[in-house]
């Protein structure tokens, strides 16, 4: 999957789904089980930025059906809300000597 992955990188001009790495610091005080899962999340993250960016390069200018617009939506929805579980998941375990880096999360899932 690497080598399938590598073809089709994330371009610099679409920050929002480059994945957020956790600062080494912080990460070096995170329990196993938190990093385990924070890896495991970012590697599904990567997969999706890069196949929304390969499913955009696709499209045809002009020519988008709904359902594609449909389709696009749901990737960019779900690759958000994957997001938010992954800074949701490490809020709760980070080390009090960091508590005060993470911003309050105005943000809710349904």
């Keep these: ?11 610099q001009n679409c920050a929002l789904l480059v994945v957020p790495s956790v600062n080494s610091e912080v990460w070096s ?3 196993t089980a938190v990093r385990t899962q924070e ?6 993250l990567r997969l999706m930025g890069s196949s929304i ?6 499209l045809e200018e002009g020519n988008v059906t709904t359902s594609q617009q449909d389709v696009m939506g749901m990737m ?7 997001n938010c579980i992954c800074k949701n ?6 080390h009090p000597k960091f508590a005060g880096l993470c911003k309050p999360s105005n943000i809710q899932l349904l």
């Design 89 to 94: 998941a490490i809020r709760p375990n980070i």
């Design 53 to 58: 960016t390969e499913f955009a390069r696709d």
């Design 39 to 44: 890896m495991r999340l970012q590697r599904v």
């Design 29 to 31: 005080y995170m329990g």
């Design 76 to 82: 960019c929805n779900a690759h958000f809300e994957i």
């Design 1 to 11: 999957m690497d080598e399938i992955e590598n073809k089709y990188e994330i371009p």
